[in-house]
């Protein structure tokens, strides 16, 4: 089981980006998918979060800009990103609570690989 991630790239400040994070392997089922971001020198920070019935959360610097959905037929979490900001270079990475089996009490937490995102001024 592994988290794929895709999407990342560079870009003009405005302009947009979509990354996508697809969950591989045999699972059970998913829980929340997330999406986190670490720019150089900077702890790694949630960006959003989308949970199984489809709630979302945002961080107050992306909140109006950003659009955490998912296609639960796919296994997948899309960012979508507007409005894109030299301060939102990062490497973005997918976060997803898998549970690999039914017998599983508590869910398993599983990483991307991580994509740069690059916004110039």
């Known amino acids: 089981v592994q988290l794929v991630e895709s999407g990342g790239g560079s870009v003009q400040a405005g302009g947009s980006l979509r990354l996508s994070c697809t969950v591989s392997?045999?699972?059970?089922?998913?829980?929340?998918m997330s999406w986190y971001r670490q720019a150089p020198g900077k702890q790694r920070e949630l960006v959003a979060v989308?949970?199984?019935?489809?709630?979302?959360v945002y961080a107050d610097s992306v909140k109006g800009r950003c659009t955490v959905s998912r296609d639960n037929a796919k296994n997948t979490s899309y960012l979508q990103m507007n409005s894109l900001r030299p301060d939102d270079t990062a490497v973005y990475y997918c976060?997803?609570?898998?549970?690999?089996?039914?017998?599983?009490?508590?869910?398993?937490?599983?990483w991307g690989q991580g994509t740069q995102v690059t916004v110039s001024s």
């Open positions: 976060n997803a609570e898998l549970y690999l089996a039914n017998r599983d009490l508590d869910p398993w937490d599983y």
């Open positions: 392997g045999t699972i059970f089922s998913i829980n929340a």
């Open positions: 989308i949970r199984s019935g489809g709630s979302t």
